[in-house]
């Protein structure tokens, strides 16, 4: 059974051919994720099969997602924590003919909006896209108001989802993590209705007035120091990879619920000290439902906003790896039925360059098909291993072949290296199971 057969053991879409086609389809995306549909497929037959799947009226993008996330759940019962991050992107269709695109940040803009539930553990293993919206916008009228769904609405029912996974695995700690836009007092007051079922731990946007009088951020900016915090903090966005160390604040202060009455939230302040000169201090407020009264609570907490970072590389990976935006597809539904089969290409390579680094002495079959892995030391000149290697050594093989050079001082292979590299592999091994089928 390979990878895809796997994920999908649970599918029904209504018809075994359309279960077939989607298995398959998901397994040429992954094999060749940066390639159009075209090219990911073995032949013009293949393609024109691939796109008649795409526009199957029973080939619902969350049916097609609801296997996938039956495996995140079994996935999800190994472990003690879970984090559920949610944002949302823009995917950018400028120029494409499909039909119901809308506005994205500016109104001359085509395209839809995604905003998925990545779910990962505490130790930052990706364990699946368990929930998801995919929408776009109405334009804007000639008063300037746009009709339509209310958007904040998706952090609300996001977090609701999350809390029902959480009846489903009592014994699992579920958080839902997310960055500013979700600081929303109705999600708050909706957490508490539901008896903070899931825990919450969202980045602070607004500085509020607190009911006995003063603002929210001077009140914790005076709040008792607990200790210090030391993390590295990973290039990106124009910045250089540089050691922080944070000064700790916490405290339980009472904020208006927006109905007359107040919420109990756990304000935490992360305030970088001695930052290099000319660079911006790195500051985060945070507010949560737990407790946070030691230093190693706090800290608990911060790591798991650190690893908020999971959800934008896997926005890259869809983006840049899977190249979604270039999709040549004619209407929308068509597009998010193949997102969700990217949304699945792109966990997967993600959780490969996770596990990795992680669980370095992982049996590469455990991931990988015997296939993918022997091809993986045949296209690097190396002697094929007659057992089974760690999942370490074949990843680091598929990266080299991305263009990962794997000296001594280069750390491990990243995300663009091994979906490049996989493409390669996925060349070779249609190759060698052709010669074998002949």
Same mark, same amino acid.
């Given at each position: 059974?390979?990878?895809?057969?796997?994920?999908?053991k649970t599918l029904d879409l209504g018809?075994?051919?359309?279960?077939?086609?989607?298995?398959?389809?998901?397994?040429?995306?992954?094999?060749?994720?940066?390639?159009?549909?075209?090219?990911?497929?073995?032949?013009?037959?293949?393609?024109?099969?691939?796109?008649?799947?795409?526009?199957?009226?029973?080939?619902?993008?969350?049916?097609?997602?609801?296997?996938?996330?039956?495996?995140?759940?079994?996935?999800?019962?190994?472990?003690?924590?879970?984090?559920?991050?949610?944002?949302?992107?823009?995917?950018?269709?400028?120029?494409?003919?499909?039909?119901?695109?809308?506005?994205?940040?500016?109104?001359?803009?085509?395209?839809?909006?995604?905003?998925?539930?990545?779910?990962?553990?505490?130790?930052?293993?990706?364990?699946?896209?368990?929930?998801?919206?995919?929408?776009?916008?109405?334009?804007?009228?000639?008063?300037?108001?746009?009709?339509?769904?209310?958007?904040?609405?998706?952090?609300?029912?996001?977090?609701?989802?999350?809390?029902?996974?959480?009846?489903?695995?009592?014994?699992?700690?579920?958080?839902?993590?997310?960055?500013?836009?979700?600081?929303?007092?109705?999600?708050?007051?909706?957490?508490?209705?539901?008896?903070?079922?899931?825990?919450?731990?969202?980045?602070?946007?607004?500085?509020?007035?607190?009911?006995?009088?003063?603002?929210?951020?001077?009140?914790?900016?005076?709040?008792?120091?607990?200790?210090?915090?030391?993390?590295?903090?990973?290039?990106?966005?124009?910045?250089?990879?540089?050691?922080?160390?944070?000064?700790?604040?916490?405290?339980?202060?009472?904020?208006?619920?927006?109905?007359?009455?107040?919420?109990?939230?756990?304000?935490?302040?992360?305030?970088?000290?001695?930052?290099?000169?000319?660079?911006?201090?790195?500051?985060?407020?945070?507010?949560?439902?737990?407790?946070?009264?030691?230093?190693?609570?706090?800290?608990?907490?911060l790591d798991w906003y650190r690893a908020?970072?999971?959800?934008?590389?896997?926005?890259?990976?869809?983006?840049?790896?899977? &190249? =979604?935006?270039? #999709?040549?597809?004619?209407? @929308?539904?068509?597009? %998010?039925t193949a997102l969700a089969l990217y $949304?699945? +290409?792109?966990? &997967? =390579?993600?959780? #490969?360059?996770?596990?990795? @680094?992680?669980?370095? %002495?992982?049996?590469?079959?455990?991931? $990988?098909? +015997?296939?993918?892995?022997?091809?993986?030391?045949?296209?690097?000149?190396?002697?094929?291993?007659?057992?089974?290697?760690?999942?370490?050594?074949?990843?680091?093989?598929?990266?080299?072949?991305?263009?990962?050079?794997?000296?001594?001082?280069?750390?491990?292979?990243?995300?663009?290296?091994?979906?490049?590299?996989?493409?390669?592999?996925?060349?070779?091994?249609?190759?060698?199971?052709?010669?074998?089928?002949?």
């Open positions: 059974m390979n990878w895809a057969s796997d994920e999908f018809d075994e051919r359309l279960n077939a086609r989607a298995v398959l389809l998901a397994q040429r995306l992954a094999g060749k994720p940066t390639e159009s549909i075209p090219n990911a497929c073995n032949g013009w037959a293949e393609t024109q099969a691939a796109y008649r799947f795409l526009s199957n009226p029973r080939s619902d993008w969350q049916a097609l997602l609801q296997s996938h996330w039956s495996s995140s759940m079994e996935r999800m019962r190994a472990h003690d924590v879970v984090l559920n991050i949610q944002d949302t992107t823009e995917l950018d269709f400028n120029g494409r003919q499909a039909k119901g695109l809308g506005p994205l940040s500016y109104e001359a803009q085509r395209g839809m909006y995604l905003h998925p539930t990545y779910a990962i553990s505490a130790s930052r293993e990706p364990l699946g896209v368990l929930d998801a919206w995919m929408w776009a916008r109405e334009p804007k009228a000639a008063d300037g108001k746009r009709s339509g769904i209310k958007e904040s609405e998706r952090w609300i029912e996001g977090y609701e989802r999350v809390a029902e996974r959480a009846q489903d695995l009592p014994q699992v700690r579920q958080v839902y993590v997310a960055d500013r836009e979700a600081d929303i007092v109705a999600l708050l007051v909706r957490a508490k209705e539901l008896n903070h079922a899931a825990d919450y731990l969202i980045r602070c946007q607004h500085d509020r007035a607190l009911p006995e009088g003063g603002k929210l951020w001077a009140r914790l900016a005076q709040a008792p120091v607990l200790g210090q915090v030391r993390f590295e903090l990973p290039s990106g966005r124009g910045r250089k990879a540089r050691t922080v160390v944070q000064r700790i604040r916490v405290e339980r202060i009472d904020i208006s619920d927006g109905a007359k009455g107040s919420l109990s939230v756990t304000c935490v302040l992360a305030e970088e000290v001695d930052s290099p000169v000319g660079v911006k201090p790195v500051i985060w407020r945070l507010l949560s439902n737990r407790a946070a009264d030691t230093l190693e609570q706090a800290v608990e907490l908020r970072w999971e959800i934008e590389l896997f926005f890259l990976i869809l983006k840049e790896g899977c &190249r =979604i935006e270039a #999709l040549q597809l004619g209407e @929308r539904e068509r597009i %998010e $949304l699945v +290409v792109a966990w &997967r =390579i993600n959780r #490969l360059m996770r596990l990795g @680094r992680t669980l370095p %002495e992982l049996p590469a079959d455990v991931l $990988l098909e +015997v296939d993918e892995w022997k091809a993986a030391y045949v296209l690097n000149k190396k002697p094929v291993p007659k057992k089974t290697p760690a999942l370490q050594d074949v990843i680091r093989l598929i990266a080299q072949l991305g263009g990962f050079l794997g000296r001594k001082g280069d750390g491990e292979p990243g995300a663009k290296t091994l979906w490049l590299g996989l493409r390669d592999v996925a060349v070779l091994v249609n190759g060698m199971r052709a010669m074998r089928d002949s």
